[in-house]
Nanobody, 115 residues
Framework: QVQLVESGGGLVQPGGSLRLSCAVS????????MGWYRQAPGKQRELVAD???????NYADSVKGRFTISRDDAKKTVALQIDSLKPEDTAVYYC?????????WGQGTQVTVSS
């Protein structure tokens, strides 16, 4: 079975940086899409960034220029480099992958941006 393990969340000050990582375990062949979502209090879950197996990347307008998504197919990982953090980035961040026509989610990791 497929399992997603996330790491890298935490408490940081505005302007700081974090690097989130998601490792996919299990016998998997061909991950179609890997992405990061987030859900802030009082808001719906939203796509932050995703990247296809072909390298096509999409970013939410609110994070363009500050967030960078990358994937390593050999290691079966997807990372999200977050720079210039703002308080409005505070949310639970979820890793998401699509493999074998099925969708999987990580457990979520808390990112809190506060002075």
């Amino acid at each position: 079975q497929v399992q997603l393990v996330e790491s890298g969340g935490g408490l940081v000050q505005p302007g700081g940086s974090l690097r989130l990582s998601c490792a996919v375990s299990g016998t998997i062949f061909g991950i179609h899409n890997m992405g990061w979502y987030r859900q802030a209090p009082g808001k719906q879950r939203e796509l932050v960034a995703d990247i296809t197996r072909g390298g096509t990347i999409n970013y939410a307008d609110s994070v363009k220029g500050r967030f960078t998504i990358s994937r390593d197919d050999a290691k079966k990982t997807v990372a999200l480099q977050i720079d210039s953090l703002k308080p409005e980035d505070t949310a639970v961040y979820y890793c998401n992958v699509v493999v074998s026509n099925r969708e999987y989610w990580g457990q979520g990791t808390q990112v809190t941006v506060s002075s």
